[in-house]
């Protein structure tokens, strides 16, 4: 074991010439644009020497999301440093500047090639300055760069980039807007028209990277008027910018939709494997996950005690990591069986594990030298696999001490208006269960499942007595959190004003038309307790983005920007100013439906459904076209999930974006802060 962990770190380099081809989509044009137009500006001359690549914090997060080390090392960067941080100048080798164009990032710049007898150099600190921003520049800001003599002299390129989004999955961007929830549903203000023109700029950059001029369409009605005032700016920006007043017929779908299309999704629990460990990361077990704060898709596991001197080991789980972009999007209860399927299957067909059953005699040089070669990667291999079962075990224990069945159950029918067999619910049932839910003493009974099981529960069921509402309120108490966040401290102050600014996200609390679904028959074959059944609402997204995929989005509801009156033929819902969850005459259903309510095609022959794909067709040869969806207020890792469905089922290429990315906690923390 000691000479194969040897040999893992002494062949790591011809580990990652093995690794998988790089996904396309967004992530491969950002890779393209960056080996294009930054990292050959160099002279060859001097660039064989390796240059210097500095970068800001944002831009950083730009490059660890799409690339490794490694891969900086074979496009001629072997040193990648901090602009923030003090630096050792290298007179001889070329430096590239990667940043948005900010006075104080400039004033840095500037200052690295001030002369100073602090700084080690005495006529250079670098052979030659190469200068790429990633916002859009202001030429006010460049004035300092035109006074620094030195720099200017040794100044060989300087461009902006216009790259101003993290590509984190390639069908997902990001643009990480703190408290986006706050900056467009707030009751104090309007969304701030700089705020709108920046994100525009950054959904231009994402589909000019792209090659594409969109036609924009966008979510109508509401309290919040940002998606509107978004796709128009979008529209302008993108006219500017391509010099064309109008799309050409060409062009591909941009849809602009808010957080109000769907309150309920981020307050449920998510049942796959990326959501769950976002979720509740493990953190006292044999293995422990923490998710990155600048590329929230990517995190590290720790293995404790694994290797052989006893120290713990570290493991990245991102694009290079083959069984981690197989199985992020696979349901929990899938999870397992799959990793100890294909552990098996490595096992079984390794060539360096299976020489040791072999006699030393039946061993030619040729099989020793092909396991030799093996060795390093199945070590990497088996020890991945072993930080993912081990995962998969914590978080299987996470949901029998938490008791997420009984949870999980009961939102589900709150949030689909039926039961786990399809059968239609009773009110006054719910409210019982309601009832005794939030009055329990059980440990597994959580504050934070409570709350969340609460705030479903006046989304989308009709409303409740103001006695029995407190009842429920002062239940919370009863497990107090220890938690930090303002809306764990003090369930009887914080949880009204969650409820009261709900209705900044156009959910109402006024009397709601009581919607039965028809009865299910249960599937034959399937178990009483599926956990299959945890995960039957739909995405409100997910129908929307389907819609807008195969033609039948409605005008009334998500218009053109250039349209000024939608059209009414073959409109298929009444026009207003209501979000799309709350439709004249729509059953809540239609926004937050049930599996068992899809297409047949969805339910494979023993009753689990198949829209949680273990691999998704990432060959762009499969899409028969492009879209995109922007989503403001951000989105969560099920809709992520979801999005994915529709890739896969539809051969469709989604690309989706939002103002953030998070879990219920973001939800819950930007809601308490309207």
Known sequence: YSFCTLLEHAAFPIMQERRSPQPPGLQKAVRERL????????????????????CDDWSLSIIECV?????????????????????????????????????????????????????????????????????????????ALQEAKLLTSHLRSLKSLNLEFLALEPHMFNLQIPRDLSCFF??????????????????????????????????????????????????????????????????????????SID??????HELTYQAMLADCPPSNGTVKIKFDSSVPTRATATLAKDTPHGKDSSLRFDEDNEIWCRMRHTHIADNGNILNEELNDLISSSKALNIRKKDASEVT???????IQETPLVTAQIRSYKAHIELHRELMNFMTRFGLDTACDLEQTLATHEAADGTKIDKDSIKKQMDAYMNSTEPTHTYTNKLRLLLVYIISQEPVSSDRQTNWIQGLNLTRSTGGAS??????????????????????????????????K???????????????????????????????????????????????????????????????????????????????????????????????????????????????????FAESRAIAEVISDKEVEVIIGSTSLGSYRNFLTNLSEL
Request: aromatic share 6%; charged share 20%; with cysteine.
């Open 67 to 143: 690339y490794k080390v490694n891969d900086l090392t074979r496009h001629g960067v072997p040193l990648v440093e901090s602009l923030s941080s003090s630096r050792q100048f290298l007179s001889r080798n070329p430096v590239i500047y990667l940043c948005q164009c900010t006075p104080k990032n400039i004033a840095t710049v500037v200052n690295d090639w001030t002369p100073s007898s602090e700084k080690g150099w005495s006529h250079r600190p670098y052979a030659e300055a190469h200068v790429f921003f990633t916002s859009k520049v202001n030429t006010g800001h460049l004035k």
């Open 35 to 54: 080996e294009a137009e930054v990292f050959s500006a160099p002279n060859p001359d001097v660039k064989q020497l390796g240059c210097v690549l500095v």
């Open 365 to 371: 040089t040729a099989q020793m030298s092909a396991a």
């Open 263 to 268: 309150c309920v999704g981020p307050l449920l």
């Open 487 to 520: 809306w764990e401290r003090d369930a009887l102050i914080t949880t009204p004003r969650l409820i009261n600014n709900l209705s900044q996200l156009d959910v109402t609390t006024e009397k709601k038309k009581w919607y039965q679904a028809k009865t299910k």
């Open 522 to 636: 249960k599937k034959k074959g399937k178990s009483e307790a599926s956990a299959y059944d945890w995960s039957r609402y739909i995405s409100p997204l997910k129908t929307t983005v389907e819609h807008l995929v195969t033609g039948s989005l409605s005008e009334a509801e998500c218009p053109h920007i250039l349209q000024e009156e939608p059209s009414q033929e073959g409109s298929t819902s009444t026009a207003g100013r209501k979000s799309l969850r709350q439709r004249d005459g729509a059953p809540r259903s239609q926004w937050g439906a049930s599996l068992r309510n899809a297409d047949a095609k969805s339910t494979s022959s023993s009753g689990a459904p198949t829209s949680f794909p273990s691999a998704l067709p990432w060959s762009l040869s499969k899409c028969k076209n492009r879209v995109y969806v922007f989503v403001i207020g951000g989105i969560t």
């Open 186 to 259: 707030s009751k104090a203000k309007n969304a701030n028209q700089e705020i709108i023109t920046r994100i525009a700029h950054q959904i231009v950059d994402v589909t000019l990277t792209m090659g594409d001029t969109v036609s924009i369409r966008h979510q109508k009605g509401g309290k919040c008027a940002a998606s509107n005032q978004l796709a128009a700016a979008i529209n302008s920006i993108q006219a500017e910018r391509t010099g064309q007043a109008t799309p050409p017929a060409s062009s591909v779908p941009l849809l602009v939709l808010d957080r």
